[in-house]
């Protein structure tokens, strides 16, 4: 094996055992469990944003094990870290997802889906049954977008315009 692929295969290996203390930054990780790095992790993965907030990660966790669906967490993790074990040089998160839909685990893929919407969109719905709004002004989305959009959070007329008949 030649240095070069020694030190590619070794940092990797390293990477997977150390990544959620080093993509936590500062926030201090020694409180949380297993569960939570490595959702922490893989969210950190997916979204690629450094500035994901520990409250949003632990509300998405419990809507997570609310709807029972810790075990397909645990198994996403594995197969993530089978996934950066690879070979291949282009690790990104889109081609996580094309990795879970090459493998045919579709259940899955969908619990990325799920939780790329939860820290996008704010809306957690891990259970068919409803939906829980997580965040609304810090939701990815408006993060991203805020030198250029603002969520709404203002009336669009004085109290009660809605009840009067338009003008004709």
């Given amino acids: 094996m030649e240095r070069r692929s020694f030190l590619k ?69 594995q197969q993530w870290v089978i996934f950066m074990q690879r070979r291949e040089e282009n690790k990104s998160a889109t081609q996580f997802l094309q990795f879970l839909q090459e493998t045919n685990q579709q259940s899955l893929l969908l619990l990325c889906k799920k939780i790329l919407s939860a820290w996008y969109i704010g809306i957690a719905k891990f259970n068919a049954e409803q939906a829980e709004r997580l965040v609304y002004q810090n939701a990815l989305i408006y993060v991203i977008n805020q030198d250029i959009h603002s969520p709404s959070s203002f009336c669009g007329g004085a109290f009660g315009f809605w009840q009067l008949s338009p003008n004709r």
């Fill in 9 to 77: 295969y070794a940092t990797v290996g390293n990477a997977v055992v150390f990544f959620p203390a080093v993509v936590a930054g500062s926030e201090n990780t020694e409180g949380w469990d297993n569960k939570s790095n490595q959702l922490f992790t893989l969210s950190f993965y997916l979204t690629d944003r450094k500035n994901l907030q520990k409250l949003v990660c632990n509300q998405i966790l419990t809507k997570i094990e609310e709807a029972g669906q810790i075990s397909s967490l645990d198994r996403l993790y």
